[in-house]
Protein backbone atom coordinates (compact mmCIF):
# COMPACT_ATOMS: atom_id res chain seq x y z
CA UNK A 1 0.00 0.00 0.00
CA UNK A 2 1.21 3.44 -0.55
CA UNK A 3 2.44 5.62 2.35
CA UNK A 4 -0.31 8.29 3.90
CA UNK A 5 0.43 11.34 2.72
CA UNK A 6 -0.19 14.40 5.32
CA UNK A 7 -1.85 17.74 3.03
CA UNK A 8 0.91 20.54 3.24
CA UNK A 9 -1.24 23.27 5.57
CA UNK A 10 -2.45 26.39 4.02
CA UNK A 11 -0.78 29.74 4.66
CA UNK A 12 -2.67 32.64 6.38
CA UNK A 13 -2.03 36.05 6.81
CA UNK A 14 -3.40 39.31 7.84
CA UNK A 15 -5.22 39.13 4.13
CA UNK A 16 -6.17 35.65 4.32
CA UNK A 17 -5.72 32.72 2.38
CA UNK A 18 -2.16 31.83 0.51
CA UNK A 19 -3.13 29.63 -2.47
CA UNK A 20 0.98 28.85 -3.57
CA UNK A 21 0.26 25.45 -5.09
CA UNK A 22 -2.50 23.83 -7.48
CA UNK A 23 -3.40 21.69 -5.03
CA UNK A 24 -4.07 24.21 -2.58
CA UNK A 25 -6.00 26.26 -4.84
CA UNK A 26 -8.21 22.83 -5.30
CA UNK A 27 -8.71 22.36 -1.60
CA UNK A 28 -9.38 25.88 -1.01
CA UNK A 29 -12.17 25.83 -4.35
CA UNK A 30 -13.69 22.84 -2.61
CA UNK A 31 -14.27 24.11 0.70
CA UNK A 32 -15.90 27.10 -0.66
CA UNK A 33 -18.53 24.92 -2.89
CA UNK A 34 -19.18 22.47 0.29
CA UNK A 35 -19.42 25.53 2.31
CA UNK A 36 -22.86 26.22 0.22
CA UNK A 37 -21.73 29.73 -0.12
CA UNK A 38 -20.09 29.80 -3.53
CA UNK A 39 -22.21 32.79 -5.84
CA UNK A 40 -24.85 31.24 -8.06
CA UNK A 41 -23.32 29.56 -11.13
CA UNK A 42 -20.45 28.19 -8.99
CA UNK A 43 -21.47 25.12 -7.98
CA UNK A 44 -18.43 22.56 -8.52
CA UNK A 45 -14.84 23.23 -7.74
CA UNK A 46 -13.68 23.74 -11.01
CA UNK A 47 -15.80 26.40 -11.78
CA UNK A 48 -14.72 27.95 -8.28
CA UNK A 49 -11.28 27.48 -9.38
CA UNK A 50 -11.64 29.42 -13.12
CA UNK A 51 -12.92 32.32 -10.95
CA UNK A 52 -9.95 32.44 -8.75
CA UNK A 53 -7.35 31.62 -12.04
CA UNK A 54 -8.97 34.72 -13.70
CA UNK A 55 -9.12 36.75 -10.46
CA UNK A 56 -5.36 35.97 -9.83
CA UNK A 57 -4.10 36.92 -13.31
CA UNK A 58 -5.80 40.44 -12.99
CA UNK A 59 -4.82 41.06 -9.36
CA UNK A 60 -7.42 39.96 -7.41
CA UNK A 61 -7.32 37.73 -4.20
CA UNK A 62 -9.84 35.06 -4.07
CA UNK A 63 -12.27 35.69 -2.60
CA UNK A 64 -12.78 39.38 -4.57
CA UNK A 65 -12.14 36.85 -7.60
CA UNK A 66 -15.45 35.12 -6.81
CA UNK A 67 -17.32 38.27 -6.06
CA UNK A 68 -16.51 40.28 -8.93
CA UNK A 69 -16.48 36.99 -11.77
CA UNK A 70 -19.28 36.25 -13.31
CA UNK A 71 -20.16 33.30 -15.49
CA UNK A 72 -22.02 34.27 -18.48
CA UNK A 73 -23.31 31.86 -21.37
CA UNK A 74 -20.46 30.15 -20.33
CA UNK A 75 -17.76 32.82 -20.57
CA UNK A 76 -16.27 34.82 -17.22
CA UNK A 77 -16.45 38.34 -17.05
CA UNK A 78 -16.27 41.25 -14.79
CA UNK A 79 -18.56 43.23 -12.66
CA UNK A 80 -18.87 46.84 -13.70
CA UNK A 81 -17.60 48.43 -10.11
CA UNK A 82 -14.62 45.53 -10.13
CA UNK A 83 -14.02 46.97 -13.41
CA UNK A 84 -13.39 50.45 -12.14
CA UNK A 85 -11.69 49.84 -9.08
CA UNK A 86 -9.17 47.61 -11.54
CA UNK A 87 -8.63 50.33 -13.77
CA UNK A 88 -8.37 52.98 -11.25
CA UNK A 89 -5.06 51.14 -9.85
CA UNK A 90 -3.47 51.56 -12.95
CA UNK A 91 -0.45 53.07 -12.33
CA UNK A 92 -1.50 54.89 -15.52
CA UNK A 93 -4.93 55.85 -14.45
CA UNK A 94 -5.50 59.74 -13.65
CA UNK A 95 -9.31 60.29 -13.89
CA UNK A 96 -12.69 59.42 -14.88
CA UNK A 97 -15.78 61.84 -15.56
CA UNK A 98 -19.17 60.05 -15.74
CA UNK A 99 -22.45 61.92 -16.64
CA UNK A 100 -26.24 61.52 -17.42
CA UNK A 101 -28.11 64.03 -19.01
CA UNK A 102 -30.21 64.93 -21.47
CA UNK A 103 -28.61 64.13 -25.12
CA UNK A 104 -29.95 67.12 -27.17
CA UNK A 105 -32.84 64.87 -29.44
CA UNK A 106 -36.09 63.62 -28.44
CA UNK A 107 -34.66 60.43 -27.34
CA UNK A 108 -34.04 61.69 -24.42
CA UNK A 109 -30.74 60.69 -21.95
CA UNK A 110 -27.08 60.19 -22.88
CA UNK A 111 -24.33 58.91 -20.79
CA UNK A 112 -21.04 59.99 -20.71
CA UNK A 113 -17.94 58.36 -19.94
CA UNK A 114 -14.76 60.02 -20.38
CA UNK A 115 -11.42 57.80 -19.14
CA UNK A 116 -8.11 59.27 -19.35
CA UNK A 117 -4.57 58.19 -18.25
CA UNK A 118 -1.39 58.95 -18.40
CA UNK A 119 0.40 57.51 -21.70
CA UNK A 120 -2.42 58.16 -24.07
CA UNK A 121 -5.01 60.09 -25.19
CA UNK A 122 -8.33 60.46 -23.29
CA UNK A 123 -11.11 57.83 -24.35
CA UNK A 124 -14.39 59.52 -25.12
CA UNK A 125 -17.77 57.21 -24.83
CA UNK A 126 -21.41 57.50 -24.72
CA UNK A 127 -24.46 55.67 -25.10
CA UNK A 128 -27.85 57.38 -25.35
CA UNK A 129 -31.05 56.34 -24.78
CA UNK A 130 -31.63 56.17 -28.65
CA UNK A 131 -28.76 53.40 -28.75
CA UNK A 132 -30.74 51.27 -26.02
CA UNK A 133 -34.06 51.89 -28.01
CA UNK A 134 -32.20 50.53 -30.91
CA UNK A 135 -30.56 47.14 -29.40
CA UNK A 136 -33.97 46.32 -28.01
CA UNK A 137 -33.02 47.03 -24.44
CA UNK A 138 -35.18 50.56 -23.34
CA UNK A 139 -38.23 49.32 -21.57
CA UNK A 140 -36.58 45.51 -20.78
CA UNK A 141 -37.84 44.71 -17.92
CA UNK A 142 -35.41 44.20 -15.32
CA UNK A 143 -33.00 46.38 -14.76
CA UNK A 144 -33.21 48.38 -17.67
CA UNK A 145 -36.94 49.36 -16.85
CA UNK A 146 -36.01 50.08 -13.17
CA UNK A 147 -32.64 51.90 -13.35
CA UNK A 148 -32.57 53.17 -16.95
CA UNK A 149 -30.04 55.95 -16.21
CA UNK A 150 -27.29 53.46 -14.06
CA UNK A 151 -28.06 51.24 -16.98
CA UNK A 152 -26.71 53.76 -19.38
CA UNK A 153 -24.04 54.45 -17.09
CA UNK A 154 -22.55 50.98 -16.98
CA UNK A 155 -22.76 50.31 -20.67
CA UNK A 156 -21.00 53.71 -21.43
CA UNK A 157 -18.81 53.19 -18.90
CA UNK A 158 -17.78 49.45 -20.01
CA UNK A 159 -16.70 50.90 -23.33
CA UNK A 160 -14.76 53.50 -22.57
CA UNK A 161 -12.76 51.20 -19.80
CA UNK A 162 -12.47 48.42 -22.29
CA UNK A 163 -11.00 50.44 -24.57
CA UNK A 164 -8.49 52.81 -22.51
CA UNK A 165 -7.62 49.79 -20.19
CA UNK A 166 -7.26 46.48 -22.25
CA UNK A 167 -4.05 45.71 -20.14
CA UNK A 168 -6.22 45.70 -17.04
CA UNK A 169 -8.99 44.32 -17.75
CA UNK A 170 -7.30 41.44 -20.31
CA UNK A 171 -10.08 40.48 -22.58
CA UNK A 172 -12.57 39.94 -19.96
CA UNK A 173 -15.78 41.78 -20.79
CA UNK A 174 -18.24 43.56 -18.50
CA UNK A 175 -21.16 41.82 -17.27
CA UNK A 176 -23.57 44.34 -17.25
CA UNK A 177 -23.23 44.87 -21.02
CA UNK A 178 -22.41 40.77 -21.31
CA UNK A 179 -25.89 39.84 -20.03
CA UNK A 180 -27.33 41.89 -22.52
CA UNK A 181 -26.24 39.61 -25.34
CA UNK A 182 -28.41 37.92 -27.50
CA UNK A 183 -27.46 33.70 -27.87
CA UNK A 184 -27.89 32.87 -31.23
CA UNK A 185 -27.36 30.28 -34.08
CA UNK A 186 -24.57 30.83 -36.18
CA UNK A 187 -21.92 28.50 -38.41
CA UNK A 188 -23.95 25.42 -36.85
CA UNK A 189 -22.91 26.33 -32.92
CA UNK A 190 -24.48 28.96 -30.20
CA UNK A 191 -22.41 31.94 -30.24
CA UNK A 192 -23.22 35.14 -27.25
CA UNK A 193 -23.11 38.28 -29.63
CA UNK A 194 -23.85 41.58 -28.95
CA UNK A 195 -26.88 43.22 -29.27
CA UNK A 196 -25.92 46.49 -29.71
CA UNK A 197 -25.68 46.97 -33.88
CA UNK A 198 -25.84 49.46 -36.42
CA UNK A 199 -28.43 47.60 -38.53
CA UNK A 200 -30.55 44.34 -38.69
CA UNK A 201 -28.13 42.16 -41.00
CA UNK A 202 -29.68 39.43 -42.84
CA UNK A 203 -26.79 36.97 -42.92
CA UNK A 204 -24.16 35.56 -40.82
CA UNK A 205 -21.81 37.39 -42.50
CA UNK A 206 -23.37 40.69 -42.71
CA UNK A 207 -24.07 40.27 -38.62
CA UNK A 208 -20.47 39.70 -38.05
CA UNK A 209 -19.00 42.81 -40.39
CA UNK A 210 -21.60 45.11 -38.23
CA UNK A 211 -19.79 43.69 -35.01
CA UNK A 212 -19.35 47.87 -33.34
CA UNK A 213 -16.01 47.04 -32.03
CA UNK A 214 -13.12 44.29 -31.79
CA UNK A 215 -14.69 42.88 -29.03
CA UNK A 216 -17.94 42.19 -30.25
CA UNK A 217 -16.08 40.28 -33.31
CA UNK A 218 -14.14 38.25 -30.99
CA UNK A 219 -17.02 37.33 -29.01
CA UNK A 220 -18.81 36.67 -32.74
CA UNK A 221 -15.93 34.59 -34.07
CA UNK A 222 -14.53 33.04 -30.70
CA UNK A 223 -17.04 32.48 -28.11
CA UNK A 224 -19.10 29.44 -28.19
CA UNK A 225 -21.06 28.32 -24.92
CA UNK A 226 -20.82 25.52 -22.92
CA UNK A 227 -19.73 23.61 -19.69
CA UNK A 228 -16.34 24.26 -18.20
CA UNK A 229 -14.30 21.34 -17.07
CA UNK A 230 -17.22 18.97 -19.11
CA UNK A 231 -19.83 20.07 -15.77
CA UNK A 232 -22.64 22.36 -15.70
CA UNK A 233 -22.08 25.63 -13.93
Known sequence: ALPKTTPVEIQL??????????????????????????????????????????????????????????????KPCIYGDAALALCTSHPSFLDIEETVGRDGTAD??????????????????????????????WGKSGPWQQYPSRML????????????????????????????????????????????LPDAPKTAEEFFDSAADVSQRTALEDTATGDLFGKAV
Open 108 to 137: GHMATCVVKRRDRSAVVRTFSEADAKKAGL
Open 153 to 196: QMRARSWALRDAFPDALRGLGIREEVSDYQVKQARGREVASSVV
Open 13 to 74: DQHGVQLRSFDEMARFCKAIVNSGLAPRGFNSPEAVMVAVQHGLELGLAPMQALQSIAIING
